[in-house]
């Protein structure tokens, strides 16, 4: 089955300790992403990837970080977690060209 | 602030009606397009109109851009109770950068 897995699911965590929320995707698409959802705001992009080793900024990358060495994963890194971090978290991948992401199933985050 | 602005944030309609969302955004696309959300799931992808494109059709819906007045509309025909969701558009500006609108939540009644 074609998809989006993200693990973990829930992740509840403390002020300053380092996480990797993983994303994978079965779809040899190029590029992926990682969004943040907020209530009242939307999803905002964090970072995206074209392809493997090329990565780019989103919107709201601060406190992030993110690699691609392989094309089917792409794991977002918080190095440090605040707070301001506790958030709702998809990953999405689309093949080239194609524009239509197809998204995981999100992963809720909160940081004490 | 956000790339595209939806409109109204809000909407209750009775089943059978119709359903009408506007997005509008601020700088030149690619493409266009509207996902649906339920309930803080995964969102699902539901029509892609690109830059050259006026109207798209896909089942129950209808979608159209007007890239003079950088806006786009979404029509859900018909509605039934299992639209209930939150819609959002999101502009494709360059090869991976997507902004997506704050969102219409919809209620349908049965």
């Known amino acids: 089955e074609a998809q989006v897995t993200q693990n973990p699911r829930y992740l509840i965590t403390v002020t300053g300790k380092k996480l990797t929320v993983t994303c994978s995707q079965n779809?040899?698409?190029?590029?992926m992403s990682w969004y943040r959802q907020d209530p009242g705001l939307g999803l905002r992009q964090i970072y995206y990837?074209?392809?493997?080793?090329?990565?780019d900024k989103g919107d709201v990358p601060e406190g992030y970080k993110v690699s691609r060495k392989e094309k089917r994963n792409f794991p977002l890194i918080l190095e440090s977690p605040s707070p301001n971090q506790t958030s709702l978290y998809f990953c999405?991948?689309?093949?080239?060209?194609?524009?239509?992401?197809?998204f995981g199933p999100g992963t809720r985050l909160t940081v004490l | 602030s956000q790339q595209g602005e939806e409109d109204p944030q809000a909407l209750s309609i009775q089943e059978g009606e119709n359903a009408t969302m506007n997005c509008s955004y601020k700088?030149?696309?690619?493409?266009l397009q509207w996902y649906r959300q339920n309930s803080g799931r995964g969102l699902v992808h539901l029509i892609l109109?690109?830059?050259?494109?006026r109207e798209k059709h896909s089942g129950r819906l209808r979608v159209t851009l007007d890239t003079s007045k950088k806006s786009s509309s979404l029509l859900i025909t018909a509605s039934r109770a299992a639209d209930t969701a939150s819609y959002f558009c999101?502009?494709?500006?360059?090869?991976?950068?997507?902004?997506f609108g704050d969102g219409t939540t919809l209620t349908v009644k049965p």
């Open positions: 999405a991948s689309s093949l080239k060209g194609r524009g239509e992401q197809f």
């Open positions: 779809m040899n698409h190029e590029y």
């Open positions: 990837s074209m392809n493997v080793e090329v990565t």
């Open positions: 700088t030149s696309i690619n493409n």
């Open positions: 109109i690109r830059s050259n494109e």
């Open positions: 999101a502009t494709d500006v360059r090869a991976g950068k997507s902004t």
